[in-house]
């Protein structure tokens, strides 16, 4: 038998997605491409199949969490050629003898009795170096078995790592900032029970050559544990780490006001976000000041006037109003509309029926309005911009790619068709089609949904002759088309009949002025009447 660790697979670009739900538990036996776990992102989910058959033997992960490629997510024990066995036990035998010398040197001290025990990183599911975000005791503190002693993170992840034996520090052997892994020393404790010490020091797969550095790092603990003690310190008197402070930071949240719920009380992600939750569902006091609050819609019964049935609502549909909610909370928007003339766009168009059939491709307006939204975008670069998180500063993006909503029966997608100032109309064809087909069977992947510059919702043939599309922050405006109509139009002799699209343009205030969203839609309305300017 021999155990391996299963990882996150390619997440075709997504940074994070979200644990949603864990099929199987420990114990269980599983086969190859069952599903150990199901992670969704904002608009999509995937299931993540097993590449080994055999026994789940521990879950590395919860539901919850937030997952990138290569996280640890379970470990299998799987059945193999019987010599595997023993070398691993092998391996294990020396290190288990090994830390006695490791410990007897700095056991030097237990005139008051115990031992000196040196605790290591435990098997973290990767070989690949974590950061120290907190270092939560030390020298002198006293400490239970259980209690954190530190905090680690990857790109996404965190673990805190919890100290195996109960005892009092005697020195920390990393800061903050520090780089660590499996196996690394990062605290000693004197403990009054050397023999429960002595059972606890094997838990590392590699203590050997880990205990080594033990004895050397004391000089270097008096200035580790400087900046670890600072965080708690400077600021707030709270306990919570620096990503969950930048984290308050981008909220507003006083981190006083929050309750931690981890270990030692200490304030996690999830209490700033419960925080913030919370604090929107309170009605706003009459004193507070703007923005202090939006006051909940109360519940009413419905069923005093009638049958009525709670509908759970999907992950998308949650997702959605949320992000719409934030959306309109933080984007000061405005609208401007204007019709387009698309009478020879359409004509030329329908021209191409035969070309479209041979070829395979079904030609919609899309592409032409995709099309025309980029070189709008090339020619007012404003609108490619966002806003940096710290509100001082804009990104400006170089390249061009244009989201457009598509209507599912899991809800409002938006696929993003990317460099779509480099595409002919009938690449943009295909490009439309294949991802409006996706979305409609959801099987969009997360990174067919990321990384756009710019929106389009169309309402097409369902009607209407104008709307308010909000702005899919963070980008910085979205356009809205209605169903087209033929109106009688002065051509400065006679009036003629004319196709025309009703066009509204919604955009952050922010960032874009009226002069600005002025020339974007002339530009835009004049490109896409002008056939030849449009195919430039």
């Known amino acids: 038998m021999s155990k391996e660790v299963i990882k996150v697979p390619d997440l075709g670009g997504a940074e994070a997605v979200e644990v949603i739900e864990i099929p199987v538990a420990a114990g269980d036996s599983v086969e190859v491409d069952d599903t150990l776990v199901v992670l969704e992102s904002d608009k999509a989910s995937m299931d993540v199949p097993s590449t080994k058959a055999g026994n789940v033997v521990a879950i590395l992960i919860k539901e919850g969490d937030n997952l990138s490629e290569g996280d640890p997510i379970l470990e299998i024990e799987t059945a193999g050629a019987?010599?595997?066995?023993?070398?691993?036990?092998?391996?294990?035998?020396?290190?288990?003898?090994?830390?006695?010398?490791?410990?007897?040197?700095?056991?030097?001290?237990?005139?008051?009795?115990?031992?000196?025990?040196?605790?290591?990183?435990p098997d973290i599911g990767t070989d690949d170096e974590v950061d120290v975000v907190e270092v939560s005791v030390a020298t002198g503190d006293s400490i239970e078995e259980g209690d954190t002693i530190l905090v680690l993170e990857s790109d996404k992840s965190s673990m805190e790592v919890p100290s195996p034996v109960g005892g009092k520090v005697e020195s920390v052997l990393v800061s903050e900032g520090a780089k660590v892994k499996t196996g690394t020393p990062v605290v000693t404790v004197h403990t009054a029970a050397p023999s429960s010490q002595t059972s606890a020091a094997p838990a590392p797969s590699?203590?050997?050559?880990?205990?080594?550095?033990?004895?050397?790092?004391?000089?270097?603990?008096?200035?580790?544990?400087?900046?670890?003690?600072e965080p708690k310190t400077s600021g707030a008197d709270v306990y919570a780490g620096p990503a969950v402070r930048q984290l308050a930071r981008e909220l507003g949240v006083d981190l006083n006001s929050v309750t931690g719920t981890g270990p030692r009380n200490r304030i996690l992600k999830e209490d700033v976000n419960n925080f913030v939750k919370q604090a929107l569902q309170k009605p706003a006091a009459a004193a507070?000041?703007?923005g202090a609050g939006i006051p909940a819609i109360p519940d009413l019964d419905f069923s005093q006037f009638g049958p009525v049935e709670e509908v759970e609502l999907s992950k998308i549909a949650r997702l959605t109003a949320a992000n719409m909610s934030r959306n309109w909370l933080n984007v000061p928007a405005v609208t401007q509309f204007d019709d387009a003339d698309i009478t020879e766009m359409e004509a030329f168009r329908k021209g191409l029926k035969a070309e479209s059939e041979k070829r395979g491709i079904k030609l919609t307006p899309m592409p032409f309005l995709v099309l025309a939204c980029a070189k709008a975008l090339a020619a007012n670069p404003v609108f490619n911009r966002s806003w940096h998180s710290s509100g001082e500063k804009v990104i400006q993006k170089h390249f061009i790619?244009?989201?457009?909503?598509?209507?599912?029966?899991?809800?409002?997608?938006?696929?993003?068709?990317?460099?779509?100032?480099?595409?002919?109309?009938?690449?943009?064809?295909?490009?439309?089609?294949?991802?409006?087909?996706?979305?409609?069977?959801?099987?969009?992947?997360?990174?067919?949904?990321?990384?756009?510059?710019?929106?389009?919702s169309s309402l097409g043939a369902l009607g209407g002759t104008g709307f308010t599309p909000i702005v899919n922050a963070p980008e910085a405006a979205i356009l809205g088309v209605s169903k087209a109509s033929t109106k009688p139009v002065w051509n400065g002799g006679e009036f003629v009949p004319r196709q025309m699209l009703p066009l509204s343009l919604t955009y952050d205030h922010k960032l874009i002025n009226g002069g600005d969203a002025g020339r974007f839609m002339t530009y835009l309305v004049d490109v896409i009447g002008d056939l030849w300017r449009m195919l430039l």
């Open 206 to 229: 590699e203590p050997s050559p880990a205990a080594q550095p033990a004895a050397t790092p004391p000089p270097k603990a008096a200035a580790a544990q400087q900046p670890a003690a």
């Open 288 to 290: 507070a000041g703007p």
């Open 82 to 121: 019987g010599d595997s066995e023993e070398p691993a036990e092998v391996e294990q035998q020396p290190p288990a003898a090994a830390p006695e010398p490791a410990v007897e040197e700095p056991a030097a001290e237990p005139s008051a009795g115990g031992a000196v025990e040196t605790v290591n990183i």
């Open 401 to 456: 790619n244009i989201g457009m909503a598509v209507d599912t029966p899991r809800g409002l997608l938006v696929p993003v068709v990317r460099d779509a100032d480099k595409k002919g109309l009938w690449e943009l064809a295909e490009d439309i089609n294949t991802l409006a087909g996706k979305a409609r069977d959801g099987k969009l992947s997360a990174a067919e949904m990321q990384g756009g510059c710019f929106s389009i």
